[in-house]
């Protein structure tokens, strides 16, 4: 009778395995492997509901002596799945080898440090502005940290030319993207690089499951002492004056017009990103309105007290090839109106997952957390809306700066006991100073709770500029 050895390679049954994804399993058989063939079983099995199941029974055994099967899960599974196999050998009673692995639905979020970045023709991990980084944090349905969990990056049309760092990142032909894993931690960095100006949109989510989210990564020289060898004509204010000067008490609402000239070829299908003292508001689609290009940017964007500004523009065809503008520089006055919380309520604040009376730097690293505690009367499916309200000043200037930030969560069964933690991205937090004259920023952090339950209010020092938010 021949004995065969079978080892579990990948993934490990330290590893977990997601419902509704589609994930490899390989095994590794030694012994006599000759036109033999691999039997797969799971436990309990799931084949009656369609829940778990091998998109094969029996799958063959390579020269090397690996086997690949692919298991497909849906969403309601017991906690721990055991697969078990066996060598197809004409023996009533086959030995059969087994991996109990942990089932999850896993959360993935995501923080970029930043929108944009200078194109760059080499990479340098020590630039911070040659390139975007992106935090990644996944956890399990009781909020633990998974390690070596496996994740992919894709582009829309086109990838960003560099995906760093190479010891940790590789490319994956079978789906044309960028495969990567957690570390112990449940989290992971990586940073995009491009050698030319572009607006890339790509997708991050798990490498077994189809759902992803979608963010873009705009690479320009505007701001850098570099310039494109093509520009296009810059924007217009529809309300500045004669001298320059945009007044936003004039302007009725929260938006500023900001019109883009024709450009001399034709664009269909094409993106456009408008920058604004080194931020930028939104990335749209290059249309018409109207018979012009007119685009709405928010007054929280603009520097007041009669302080320089300045705003351009990156335009990309179909192709992902983009240009920049030139440059519109100009003064504002006006004010620009603070946001703060609505009502006070009842239940428990909310806190910093890392501690501090400021929120600095250190703390929007990779994202900030904030965690939601377990208020009174929390149920399942409690739709839960954090919000959080910064108000500082733009850096090294007397310039309000402000933001309401926004997070909704829906609780589910594992967190009815201890509350959750929420992530707002670090591009959405950088640059909120204390101001020239030395006044200190605030911060203010309330939840509610479906809509009427109002949480008390978390309020702390803000100060989190750093050098690469001037």
Same mark, same amino acid.
């Given at each position: 009778?021949?004995?065969y050895?079978?080892d579990?390679?990948?993934?490990l049954?330290?590893d977990?395995?997601?419902?509704?994804s589609?994930?490899?399993i390989?095994?590794?058989?030694?012994g006599n492997?000759?036109?033999?063939m691999?039997?797969w079983?799971?436990?309990?099995?799931?084949?009656d509901i369609g829940?778990?199941?091998?998109t094969?029974?029996?799958?063959?055994?390579?020269k090397?002596g690996?086997?690949t099967?692919?298991l497909?899960?849906?969403?309601?599974?017991?906690?721990?799945?055991l697969?078990?196999?066996?060598?197809?050998?004409?023996?009533?009673?086959?030995?059969h080898?087994?991996?109990?692995?942990k089932?999850?639905n896993?959360?993935?979020t995501?923080?970029?440090?930043?929108?944009?970045?200078?194109?760059?023709?080499?990479?340098?991990?020590?630039?911070v502005?040659s390139?975007i980084a992106?935090?990644?944090?996944v956890?399990?349905d009781?909020?633990?940290?998974?390690?070596?969990?496996?994740l992919?990056?894709?582009?829309?049309?086109?990838?960003?030319i560099?995906?760093?760092?190479?010891?940790i990142v590789?490319?994956d032909?079978?789906?044309?993207?960028?495969?990567f894993?957690t570390?112990?931690?449940?989290?992971?960095?990586?940073?995009?690089?491009n050698t030319?100006?572009a607006i890339?949109?790509?997708n991050?989510?798990?490498?077994?499951?189809s759902f992803?989210?979608?963010y873009y990564a705009? #690479?320009?020289?505007?701001g850098?002492?570099?310039?494109s060898?093509r520009? #296009?004509?810059a924007?217009?204010?529809?309300?500045?004056?004669?001298n320059g000067?945009?007044?936003l008490?004039?302007i009725?609402?929260d938006l500023?017009?900001?019109?883009i000239?024709?450009?001399?070829i034709?664009?269909h299908?094409?993106?456009?990103?408008?920058?604004?003292?080194?931020q930028?508001?939104?990335?749209?689609? $290059?249309?018409?309105?109207?018979?012009?290009?007119?685009?709405?940017?928010n007054k929280?964007? #603009?520097k007041t007290n009669?302080a320089?500004? #300045?705003?351009?523009?990156i335009?990309?065809d179909r192709?992902?090839?983009?240009?920049?503008?030139?440059t519109l520089?100009?003064?504002?006055?006006?004010s620009v109106?603070?946001?703060?919380?609505?009502?006070l309520g009842?239940l428990?604040?909310?806190?910093?997952v890392?501690?501090?009376t400021?929120?600095?730097?250190?703390h929007?690293?990779?994202g900030?957390?904030?965690n939601?505690?377990?208020?009174?009367?929390?149920e399942?499916?409690?739709?839960?809306?954090?919000?959080i309200y910064?108000?500082?000043y733009f850096?090294?200037?007397?310039?309000?700066?402000?933001a309401?930030?926004t997070a909704?969560?829906?609780?589910i069964?594992?967190?009815l006991?201890?509350?959750f933690?929420?992530? $707002?991205?670090?591009?959405?937090?950088?640059?909120?100073?204390?101001?020239k004259s030395g006044?200190e920023?605030?911060f203010q952090?309330?939840?509610?709770?479906?809509?009427?339950?109002?949480s008390?209010?978390?309020?702390l020092?803000l100060?989190d500029?750093?050098?690469?938010s001037?």
């Amino acid at each position: 009778m021949n004995k065969y050895d079978v080892d579990f390679i990948s993934p490990l049954s330290s590893d977990v395995l997601d419902t509704e994804s589609r994930r490899a399993i390989t095994v590794k058989v030694n012994g006599n492997i000759n036109s033999k063939m691999v039997k797969w079983l799971t436990f309990p099995s799931g084949s009656d509901i369609g829940n778990i199941k091998f998109t094969k029974n029996s799958t063959p055994i390579n020269k090397n002596g690996l086997s690949t099967n692919y298991l497909i899960t849906g969403d309601e599974i017991d906690n721990n799945l055991l697969i078990s196999v066996y060598v197809e050998n004409d023996i009533t009673d086959p030995d059969h080898y087994s991996a109990i692995y942990k089932m999850v639905n896993s959360t993935i979020t995501s923080s970029l440090n930043s929108t944009y970045c200078t194109p760059t023709e080499n990479y340098d991990p020590e630039d911070v502005k040659s390139s975007i980084a992106i935090t990644i944090h996944v956890v399990d349905d009781d909020n633990t940290p998974l390690n070596n969990y496996p994740l992919k990056l894709k582009g829309q049309r086109t990838l960003p030319i560099e995906v760093h760092p190479k010891d940790i990142v590789k490319y994956d032909e079978k789906i044309n993207g960028y495969v990567f894993q957690t570390n112990e931690n449940g989290q992971v960095t990586i940073n995009l690089s491009n050698t030319s100006p572009a607006i890339i949109e790509f997708n991050i989510g798990a490498y077994n499951r189809s759902f992803v989210k979608s963010y873009y990564a705009v #690479f320009t020289y505007i701001g850098d002492k570099i310039a494109s060898s093509r520009l #296009f004509g810059a924007p217009s204010l529809s309300n500045i004056d004669i001298n320059g000067v945009l007044d936003l008490d004039k302007i009725k609402g929260d938006l500023v017009e900001v019109i883009i000239p024709e450009p001399d070829i034709e664009y269909h299908g094409a993106k456009i990103a408008i920058m604004i003292n080194n931020q930028i508001p939104y990335v749209s689609y $290059f249309k018409k309105i109207d018979g012009i290009y007119s685009f709405n940017v928010n007054k929280k964007f #603009f520097k007041t007290n009669y302080a320089d500004n #300045f705003i351009a523009y990156i335009l990309n065809d179909r192709d992902d090839n983009g240009s920049d503008s030139e440059t519109l520089k100009f003064k504002v006055t006006g004010s620009v109106g603070e946001y703060r919380p609505e009502k006070l309520g009842n239940l428990e604040a909310p806190c910093l997952v890392k501690p501090g009376t400021v929120v600095n730097y250190a703390h929007i690293v990779g994202g900030l957390e904030i965690n939601i505690p377990r208020y009174d009367s929390i149920e399942k499916g409690d739709e839960v809306i954090t919000n959080i309200y910064l108000n500082a000043y733009f850096v090294n200037s007397n310039s309000p700066k402000t933001a309401l930030l926004t997070a909704t969560h829906t609780v589910i069964d594992s967190e009815l006991t201890d509350g959750f933690t929420v992530l $707002f991205q670090q591009v959405d937090l950088e640059g909120f100073a204390m101001s020239k004259s030395g006044k200190e920023g605030t911060f203010q952090a309330q939840y509610i709770v479906n809509g009427e339950n109002y949480s008390q209010i978390l309020q702390l020092r803000l100060n989190d500029a750093s050098l690469s938010s001037s």
